[in-house]
């Protein structure tokens, strides 16, 4: 089974020199049911992690909140949290890893206000370990907004009745 996107928001990182740009895109997969298991893919150059939308509502909320990114130089900030557990992890004892992120939108107040998305993620790992590892930290800084709220409104029509 393949993805099928819905959002995709596409910027060059300039603290890389990569030949392909940072990506945080919305995706669906149809279930053998016929339902849509909805993810989000936040991929940096060399790496792509994928995590599960908890449900149609976490979507929405999601599309929501690049929708309401205010047009004015004012503080805005809404943090959306994703997790995953990976029973399948390697390490002593059935060491289970959950890989846990947060996509964030925002108008970050430090840096005049300019709009922009992030995405940040570490694992936890159980068993003997009880270790935390960093994952993966995307950010665009300088997001174009009307090209966001594009992407947005085009997940929330993709998403339709699901929910």
Not at 12 to 25: G, K, N, Q, T
Not at 58 to 63: D, K, P, T, Y
Request: net charge negative.
């Amino acid at each position: 089974m393949g993805y099928t996107g819905a959002f995709e928001y596409a910027w060059d990182d300039a603290s890389l020199s990569a030949d392909r740009p940072s990506v945080l895109s919305v995706v669906y997969e149809r279930e053998a049911t016929g339902r849509r298991r909805w993810l989000l893919r936040a991929c940096h150059p060399l790496f792509t992690e994928i995590l599960p939308f908890h449900n149609a509502a976490h979507v929405r909320q999601f599309a929501q909140a690049m929708l309401d990114l205010p047009d004015t130089a004012e503080y805005y900030d809404v943090e959306l949290d994703f997790s995953e557990a990976d029973t399948g992890a390697p390490g002593p004892e059935e060491t289970k890893r959950i890989c846990v992120a947060t996509v964030s939108v925002f108008r970050d107040p430090a840096d005049g206000l300019r709009p922009g998305l992030n995405y940040q993620s570490f694992y936890e790992f159980s068993g003997q370990l009880h270790a935390t590892g960093l994952g993966m930290q995307i950010c665009c800084d300088d997001v174009d907004i009307d090209r966001l709220r594009a992407e947005a409104t085009a997940l929330l029509a993709a998403l339709g009745d699901d929910g």
